[in-house]
């Protein structure tokens, strides 16, 4: 048995009053006055410890290496802001969509738990910057910073001599085994392009006192997310809970070159607010992309686009590509 001496402090008294009624049988007395006077067994004791350290502003523990202990982590993700919208910028091709589409079935094939976390292709993307905006005031001056961002992006664009944009994607990884998405050529001039990009329209968010979830910008068009699965879903089903996106299951995608993508405009999109008839993402405005034409698409002498060799579509052919460093090996977050 323990005698603890506790000065009186509200924290202090709540936690002894938790500890009393979540473990009464460890509490042998307690007497409530200017000072407190409570025998505890070690176990209780133990317990008290653990639970001053949860509480904001009295423990700060952190583990081995530098890590957050599990009440910090906890503490964060409370206190970050929720996500609600996001900048974008659309990855359109028919030709794309029908063949990741295609993959996404052959990987549905293999491992069937996986059809819930399929990503539908209509919403194929690439997300730039991702914020809080709970309020209509905070919806409107997104809009209007996106609005003013035109004049900026497009001499960002224009620098590089980037009248419009064209993205090869190629390969597929992963981040964890939690979410596997179709890649991009990590050398490729467009890439490069993005990441300034993504930068300058942070920087304008920022400046404009928008909220940011802290999210890095990392290029990749989504396939699979575990994260869509609810923790209910596998009971309902009658199926064991899948923890991970075997590799197994897409090892003969790894390298394809599944096509390539325009990429026209920069788009404030909701993830609250109901999906566009054509099953994306509602969207409240947008900006051209560099200066696009009917013509654009066939162009080949841009610097930022070398166009691939003709195929006839066969699966077979595309299969084959040479893969990349990027494409096959690219980090995982």
């Given at each position: 048995?323990?005698?603890?001496?506790?000065?009186?402090?509200?924290?202090?008294?709540?936690?002894?009053?938790?500890?009393?009624?979540?473990?009464?049988?460890?509490?042998?007395?307690?007497?409530?006055?200017?000072?407190?006077?409570?025998?505890?067994?070690?176990?209780?004791?133990?317990?008290?410890?653990?639970?001053?350290?949860?509480?904001?502003?009295?423990?700060?523990?952190?583990?081995?290496?530098?890590?957050?202990?599990?009440?910090?982590?906890?503490?964060?993700?409370?206190?970050?802001?929720?996500?609600?919208?996001?900048?974008?910028?659309?990855?359109?091709?028919?030709?794309?969509?029908?063949?990741?589409?295609?993959?996404?079935?052959?990987?549905?094939?293999?491992?069937?738990?996986?059809?819930?976390?399929?990503?539908?292709?209509?919403k194929l993307h690439i997300t730039f910057y991702v914020t809080a905006l709970h309020s209509p005031e905070l919806i409107e001056r997104a809009k209007q910073v996106l609005l003013s961002s035109a004049e900026s992006v497009n001499a960002l664009l224009s620098s590089h001599s980037a009248s419009h944009l064209l993205l090869p994607v190629q390969g597929l990884s992963h981040f964890k085994h939690q979410v596997l998405f179709a890649d991009f050529p990590s050398d490729h001039s467009t890439i490069a392009i993005l990441h300034l990009v993504a930068d300058l329209m942070k920087k304008h968010f920022l400046e404009a006192g928008l909220p940011d979830v802290g999210m890095e910008f990392s290029p990749h068009a989504t396939l699979f997310k575990m994260s869509k699965v609810s923790k209910t879903h596998w009971q309902r089903q009658g199926l064991k809970k899948l923890h991970r996106i075997d590799p197994k299951c897409y090892a003969k995608w790894k390298a394809t070159h599944f096509g390539t993508a325009q990429l026209e405009e920069i788009e404030l999109l909701s993830m609250v607010d109901p999906a566009a008839a054509d099953g994306y993402y509602h969207s409240l405005s947008s900006i051209p992309l560099g200066q696009w034409s009917p013509t654009a698409c066939n162009a080949t002498s841009n610097p930022v686009f070398s166009k691939p060799e003709e195929t006839d579509g066969d699966e077979s052919t595309l299969s084959t590509a040479s893969p990349t460093a990027a494409s096959v090996d690219a980090p995982v977050k």
């Open positions: 048995m323990l005698l603890r001496r506790v000065l009186p402090s509200p924290i202090l008294s709540r936690l002894l009053f938790a500890t009393v009624i979540t473990s009464p049988s460890g509490v042998f007395s307690r007497r409530w006055g200017g000072v407190t006077i409570t025998a505890l067994t070690k176990k209780s004791s133990q317990l008290m410890s653990a639970a001053a350290s949860a509480e904001p502003g009295v423990g700060d523990l952190r583990a081995e290496g530098g890590q957050r202990d599990e009440g910090e982590k906890k503490r964060c993700a409370a206190e970050k802001p929720r996500a609600s919208h996001f900048l974008s910028v659309r990855l359109k091709s028919s030709e794309l969509n029908a063949m990741l589409t295609s993959v996404q079935s052959d990987i549905i094939s293999m491992e069937p738990r996986l059809k819930a976390a399929a990503t539908p292709m209509a």
